[in-house]
């Protein structure tokens, strides 16, 4: 039986970045001293591959250029394992902090040496931060043109700073000026008639894991793939601390030990695979017509 026609085998994804590189950073490592800070993201990175490779699972790296430029190992590693290399753009610039020209640099040159290194088309984007937000929708074109067949940015919910509330929460196609694109989301579940966030990342760390269990296991009885995130350096306790306000402290340093136990704990339980594999067909542009999730 292949994958495409085992409706619960969920995606697990991973946003490939140093631990210095999250937007919540911004204003306390600029991009100008990213070359002077520590590295964590090789050994991390490896990390998640031994962790996959354990449970016989697959997974979907969106990938920084600036990653790949510098740590071009990285990406042949994943690669070679059998994982899908997929775009992060290159700066980790929020949509939401650039113009269509930039966003435009930025997802082509990350898609031209992300394929260079790992041989492989690159269709896939998912936005630092999720910022492709209400108001943003230029750069689902701007994907389009670029030749990107899926993203993985609307996440609805309501948040400060993220979130594209009213997006249909499955994988569904997005019909633009440019064209068509796929959409998966992060993955989500309903508390008191709110929808709220159980797809990873500070998610994972912070709730307890029954809540993300439960965002699985209710897809799953609908025979529709959820959505896994982690960043790598969220599975490394050992990261160096850098001095930021106390809510960005305890939002990015909270729960880091419990990381690697959780995602053991969800593997043992599900099935996990890439975006790529799960959906083979992503390459054929009349696959939208026969798309068997949602339609927005």
Same mark, same amino acid.
């Not at 160096?240 to 939002?251: F, H, Y």
């Given at each position: 039986?292949?994958?495409?026609?085992?409706?619960?085998?969920?995606?697990?994804?991973?946003?490939?970045?140093?631990?210095?590189?999250?937007?919540?950073?911004?204003?306390?490592?600029?991009?100008?001293?990213? %070359?002077?800070?520590?590295?964590?993201?090789?050994?991390?990175? %490896?990390?998640?591959? *031994?962790?996959?490779?354990?449970?016989?699972?697959?997974?979907?790296?969106?990938?920084?250029?600036?990653?790949?430029?510098?740590?071009?190992?990285?990406?042949?590693?994943?690669?070679?394992?059998?994982?899908?290399?997929?775009?992060?753009?290159?700066?980790?610039?929020? !949509?939401?902090?650039?113009? =269509?020209?930039?966003?435009?640099?930025?997802?082509?040159?990350?898609?031209?040496?992300?394929?260079?290194?790992?041989?492989?088309?690159?269709?896939?984007? +998912?936005?630092?931060?999720?910022?492709? !937000? =209400?108001? @943003?929708?230029?750069?689902? *074109?701007?994907?389009?043109?670029?030749?990107?067949?899926?993203?993985?940015?609307?996440?609805?919910?309501?948040?400060?700073?993220?979130?594209?509330?009213?997006?249909?929460?499955?994988?569904?196609?997005?019909?633009?000026?440019?064209?068509?694109?796929?959409?998966?989301? =992060?993955?989500?579940?309903?508390?008191?008639?709110?929808?709220?966030?159980?797809?990873?990342?500070?998610?994972? @760390?912070?709730?307890?894991?029954?809540?993300? +269990?439960?965002?699985?296991?209710?897809?799953?009885?609908?025979?529709?793939?959820?959505?896994?995130?982690?960043?790598?350096?969220? !599975?490394? =306790?050992?990261?160096? @601390?850098?001095?930021?306000?106390?809510?960005?402290?305890?939002?990015?340093? +909270?729960?880091?030990?419990?990381?690697?136990?959780?995602?053991?704990?969800?593997?043992?339980?599900?099935?996990?695979?890439?975006?790529?594999?799960?959906?083979? +067909?992503?390459?054929?542009?009349?696959?939208?017509?026969?798309?068997?999730?949602? @339609?927005?």
């Amino acid at each position: 039986m292949s994958l495409e026609s085992q409706p619960t085998t969920h995606l697990f994804s991973v946003d490939v970045e140093e631990h210095f590189q999250v937007s919540s950073f911004e204003q306390h490592v600029p991009q100008a001293s990213w %070359d002077t800070q520590p590295s964590r993201v090789a050994h991390n990175v %490896d990390v998640l591959l *031994d962790l996959l490779a354990r449970h016989g699972a697959f997974g979907t790296f969106f990938t920084l250029g600036w990653v790949g430029a510098k740590y071009p190992e990285i990406v042949r590693r994943v690669a070679g394992a059998g994982h899908e290399v997929a775009s992060h753009g290159w700066w980790h610039t929020r !949509v939401t902090n650039t113009t =269509p020209e930039r966003f435009r640099e930025d997802v082509r040159s990350s898609k031209r040496l992300l394929e260079d290194l790992c041989g492989h088309p690159v269709i896939g984007y +998912r936005a630092p931060s999720f910022s492709i !937000v =209400p108001g @943003r929708e230029w750069a689902l *074109d701007i994907l389009i043109e670029e030749g990107y067949r899926y993203d993985s940015s609307l996440f609805p919910i309501h948040r400060s700073g993220y979130g594209y509330p009213h997006a249909p929460p499955v994988p569904h196609v997005l019909r633009r000026p440019s064209g068509a694109l796929y959409e998966i989301p =992060p993955a989500t579940t309903v508390v008191a008639g709110v929808r709220i966030p159980a797809a990873g990342g500070g998610y994972l @760390r912070q709730f307890p894991f029954g809540l993300i +269990r439960r965002a699985f296991r209710e897809n799953g009885a609908l025979a529709i793939p959820a959505m896994f995130y982690i960043h790598p350096w969220e !599975v490394d =306790p050992g990261q160096p @601390r850098i001095k930021v306000p106390w809510l960005t402290r305890i939002r990015h340093y +909270r729960g880091l030990s419990r990381s690697l136990p959780k995602m053991e704990r969800l593997l043992a339980e599900f099935r996990f695979t890439s975006v790529a594999k799960r959906f083979a +067909r992503f390459a054929d542009p009349e696959i939208a017509n026969a798309w068997p999730f949602a @339609r927005a």
